[in-house]
């Protein structure tokens, strides 16, 4: 059996409807399922929620990996689901991570604002890699989130 880890880079848009308090408890239980679930099938990654997008980082095997988006791709929660790129990694970027969660971030969101168009995504305005790289960058608050849960 292959040991080889990919990483799969999506970008959505936001279907669910509320107030902050409302949205923010979804996030919670989506967050809630997926570290439970990414925890059983050995996959690590980040969520980020901003300007009405989601954004997420996904590592794993590649059949896990693969079973996994499906079901994301199937939730009604967000539509759109556009991936920047899927491809064989050497190390993971979110080793410790089941599902890190990067909120509201008003750097990132500045640079969000030219993603969504009135016809959909403009893919070239943030590349998956800047996408990673805002993520781990804001790791260091999800942490921080984490501590002080
Ligand atoms: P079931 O629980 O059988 O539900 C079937 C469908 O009902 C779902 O596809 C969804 O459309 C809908 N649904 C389920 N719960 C709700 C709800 N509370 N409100 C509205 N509709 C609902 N799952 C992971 O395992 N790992 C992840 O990393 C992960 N990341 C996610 C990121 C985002 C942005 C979103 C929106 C969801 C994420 N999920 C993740 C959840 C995933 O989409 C599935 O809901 C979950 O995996 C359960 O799948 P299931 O087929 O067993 O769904």
Not at 99 to 110: E, F, H, K, T, W
Request: with cysteine; proline share 2%; glycine share 6%.
């Amino acid at each position: 059996m292959s040991n080889a880890i990919y990483r799969l880079i999506y970008i959505s848009n936001n279907c669910m409807e509320g107030s902050n308090a409302e949205m923010q408890n979804e996030i919670q239980c989506i967050l809630e399922f997926a570290r439970k679930a990414n925890s059983a099938a050995g996959i690590s990654g980040a969520l980020m929620f901003n300007n009405g997008c989601f954004a997420q980082v996904l590592e794993g095997p590649q059949g896990p990996l693969e079973e996994t988006f499906e079901r994301i791709q199937c939730d009604m929660r967000h539509d759109s689901v556009v991936v920047l790129s899927y491809e064989e990694i050497a190390d993971r970027g979110f080793d410790n991570w089941s599902m890190a969660y990067v909120g509201y971030n008003a750097d990132s969101l500045r640079e969000f604002e030219n993603i969504k168009t009135e016809s959909g995504f403009d893919t070239d305005a943030i590349p998956a890699e800047r996408i990673f790289e805002i993520l781990q960058e804001h790791l260091i608050d999800a942490e921080n989130d984490k501590l002080a849960a």
